[in-house]
């Protein structure tokens, strides 16, 4: 089972910058990020596979956003979104989600629409509303 805390959301400007956390316990080698407005499909934002460090991001945020990862002591990952030049379409409730995958080849097209797909995903945090 993993438990996934997220915090960081709130307001920015146009062009103006907010960094999301999402604190991850128990035993997830994949985490991702995902967002949702009203209306929308749940959309792929960035994800890492914690096993070598590989990232993946949707093709609306590349350039943009980064995702990055700290791992504790205790083996609890912390995966950050870095989101810069923010467009008022960047504006919705974010997501962090995790799994374990059992083997995943990255750098490869299947491994990106893996990390960025939701129901790669089993563990869901309860979600951050950011606006712009």
């Known amino acids: 089972h993993v438990q996934l805390v997220e915090s960081g959301g709130g307001s920015a400007q146009a062009g103006g910058s907010l960094n999301l956390s999402c604190a991850a316990s128990?035993?997830?080698?994949?985490i991702g990020w995902f967002r949702q407005s009203p209306g929308q499909e749940r959309e792929g934002v960035a994800a890492?596979?914690?096993?070598?460090?590989?990232?993946?991001?949707?093709d609306s945020v590349k350039g943009r956003f980064a995702i990055s990862q700290h791992n504790a002591d205790n083996a609890d990952k912390v995966v950050y979104l870095q989101m810069n030049s923010l467009r008022p379409e960047d504006a919705a409730i974010y997501y962090c989600?995790?799994?374990?995958?059992?083997?995943?080849?990255?750098?490869?097209?299947?491994?990106?629409?893996?990390?960025?797909?939701?129901?790669?995903?089993?563990?869901w945090g309860q979600g951050t509303q950011v606006t712009v």
């Open positions: 989600a995790a799994d374990h995958l059992p083997y995943l080849r990255t750098g490869t097209a299947t491994a990106m629409r893996i990390l960025l797909d939701p129901k790669t995903y089993e563990y």
């Open positions: 890492i596979y914690t096993g070598d460090g590989f990232t993946v991001y949707g």
């Open positions: 128990g035993r997830a080698n994949t």
